[in-house]
């Protein structure tokens, strides 16, 4: 294929692409997995506190003391021990029963629904999907999915671009394809890799607290459970629980090493969440 560029050009356009690779390359903690994230991490942690200000605006936020306070400790232990303890940390309870869900926005901010409650139990189970969040954010885990969408983004202007001479009919069926090719073999794929990254990370991270990673097992059995119906892991952007389960059992003996050494033994038997939720203040 002829290049579309003139020879003089392809030294800058490779000495420029050179530049950006080297300077967008980083390292996944724990893992130590190459990372390619092109925007800086100011601009991700301003998206990430934009985004949490449009939740505390449009999300109820819990006024149970008693779960804002151990959604708190367990946090600012996890964070402490994490690769970046000294992000704006930032821990809120959301008030929706429905949700069995927690997240991580750029720049430190966890939330946690108080449908997550019932399913952690403990401490200890508390711990483990906190610690998760917690690996997100150090990973920078935002900023690598930003940097994907941008290039498939990119990809799908260079298709459109190559087949303007083509009929529209033709052409929106490649670029539908491509949508769904890009999504089922890069996109999924990725997500469900940087969530099995997130278990491996928060799992020594809640060890290092002090936080039985043993109690990360039931805790995702649990999660199975209350998380019946999900679509195959194919489809979905997380791995499925059984994988995730497979996946924590190989992981523990490196996870025990750092429990047991670790200073803090919190009780893993504490009660966060009864069958019957406490009246709200």
């Known amino acids: 294929m002829r290049s579309i560029f003139k020879r003089k050009s392809l030294f800058p356009a490779g000495v420029l692409l050179f530049l950006l690779l080297f300077v967008a390359c980083a390292k996944a903690p724990i893992t130590n997995r190459t990372q390619f994230i092109l925007l800086p991490q100011a601009f991700e942690m301003q998206l990430g506190a934009s985004a949490y200000v449009n939740l505390l605006e449009t999300e109820k936020i819990s006024r149970d003391a008693h779960y804002n306070g151990v959604v708190r400790r367990v946090g600012q232990r996890i964070a402490a021990v994490s690769h970046t303890p000294n992000l704006r940390w930032r821990y809120t309870v959301f008030d929706n029963d429905k949700q069995v869900n927690a997240f991580a926005l750029p720049g430190g901010k966890i939330g946690v629904y108080t449908g997550m409650m019932p399913v952690a139990k403990t401490e200890a189970g508390l711990a483990t999907v906190m610690a998760h969040e917690v690996a997100h954010a150090t990973a920078r885990h935002g900023g690598e999915r930003l940097t994907l969408g941008i290039l498939l983004q990119i990809g799908s202007a260079a298709l459109a671009s190559a087949m303007?001479?083509?009929?529209?009919?033709?052409?929106?069926?490649?670029?539908?394809?491509?949508?769904?090719?890009?999504?089922?073999?890069?996109?999924?794929?990725?997500?469900?890799?940087?969530?099995?990254?997130?278990?491996?990370?928060?799992?020594?991270?809640?060890?290092?607290?002090?936080?039985?990673?043993?109690?990360?097992?039931?805790?995702?059995?649990?999660?199975?459970?209350?998380?019946?119906?999900?679509?195959?892991?194919?489809?979905?952007?997380?791995?499925?629980?059984?994988?995730?389960?497979?996946?924590?059992?190989?992981?523990?003996?490196?996870?025990?090493?750092?429990?047991?050494?670790?200073?803090?033994?919190?009780?893993?038997?504490?009660?966060?969440?009864?069958?019957?939720?406490?009246?709200?203040?």
């Open 164 to 281: 303007k001479k083509k009929d529209k009919k033709t052409t929106a069926r490649v670029l539908a394809a491509y949508g769904v090719g890009t999504a089922l073999v890069v996109a999924l794929p990725f997500s469900r890799k940087q969530e099995s990254e997130a278990d491996r990370i928060g799992l020594i991270y809640m060890a290092k607290a002090g936080y039985d990673p043993r109690e990360a097992i039931p805790f995702w059995e649990r999660m199975g459970a209350a998380g019946r119906g999900a679509p195959p892991e194919f489809l979905s952007t997380h791995p499925g629980y059984r994988t995730r389960i497979k996946n924590l059992r190989r992981w523990m003996p490196e996870a025990l090493e750092y429990y047991e050494a670790s200073q803090k033994t919190p009780d893993r038997r504490i009660v966060i969440a009864e069958g019957t939720r406490r009246s709200r203040r």
